[in-house]
T-cell receptor, first 113, second 112 residues
Framework: NAGVTQTPKFQVLKTGQSMTLQCAQDMNHNSMYWYRQDPGMGLRLIYYSASEGTTDKGEVPNGYNVSRLNKREFSLRLESAAPSQTSVYFC????????????FGSGTRLTVV | AQSVTQLGSHVSVSEGALVLLRCNYSSSVPPYLFWYVQYPNQGLQLLLKYTSAATLVKGINGFEAEFKKSETSFHLTKPSAHMSDAAEYFCAVSQAGTALIFGKGTTLSVSS
């Protein structure tokens, strides 16, 4: 099925470990996004890529890095995980730019102990 | 800076009753407005969007929302709630050239 695929679905890390969350879309969308969801906080934008070759910080970028590997793939890296990064992470993409409806992946549930 | 406020973190209705989920936005320029729904352990699905066309927007599953500039509101309604409507609902706003900013969400419970 066409859509946004995130891997892994679940992950437990120890404080200080690093990992990369993968995201791929097969809809030929130009723009891609990473959000984190925390109880009572809604979704907060971490980073986004308006088009291939560009990335920009969102509301909560500290502790994260991103790579827009190609038009399909947009990865999120935690260099040194902290318990405050325990969250559910969502990747999304949009066809016609920042102002149109986003298609979301099913999320990665990350726990940092 | 743009922002969105969802009034009421939790709304409970009976099956068949009117659903009203409130959203107010803050934007210095004409905004784009969206409602998304999230079922447990799933990603978000787009319910409907306002992009400066008709002020009354119809979405999926019988939901609709009305853009009221004078009240800076974009409330979500459904005439008759169904058990399957129980989920978390998010209002979101953006301006030209910016990514979506989400509200904190409203959990809708539907009782029989």
């Amino acid at each position: 099925n066409a859509g946004v695929t995130q891997t892994p679905k679940f992950q437990v890390l120890k404080t200080g470990q690093s990992m990369t969350l993968q995201c791929a879309q097969d809809m030929n969308h130009n723009s891609m996004y990473w959000y984190r969801q925390d109880p009572g906080m809604g979704l907060r934008l971490i980073y986004y890529s308006a088009s291939e070759g560009t990335t920009d910080k969102g509301e909560v970028p500290n502790g994260y890095n991103v790579s827009r590997l190609n038009k399909r793939e947009f990865s999120l890296r935690l260099e040194s995980a902290a318990p405050s990064q325990t969250s559910v992470y969502f990747c999304a993409s949009s066809e016609r730019g920042l102002n149109y409806g986003y298609t979301f992946g099913s999320g990665t549930r990350l726990t940092v102990v | 800076a743009q922002s969105v406020t969802q009034l009421g973190s939790h709304v409970s209705v009976s099956e068949g009753a009117l659903v009203l989920l409130r959203c107010n936005y803050s934007s210095s320029v004409p905004p784009y407005l969206f409602w998304y729904v999230q079922y447990p352990n799933q990603g978000l699905q787009l319910l409907l969007k306002y992009t400066s066309a008709a002020t009354l927007v119809k979405g999926i599953n019988g939901f609709e929302a009305e853009f009221k500039k004078s009240e800076t509101s974009f409330h979500l309604t459904k005439p008759s709630a169904h058990m399957s409507d129980a989920a978390e609902y998010f209002c979101a706003v953006s301006q030209a050239g910016t990514a979506l900013i989400f509200g904190k969400g409203t959990t809708l419970s539907v009782s029989s």
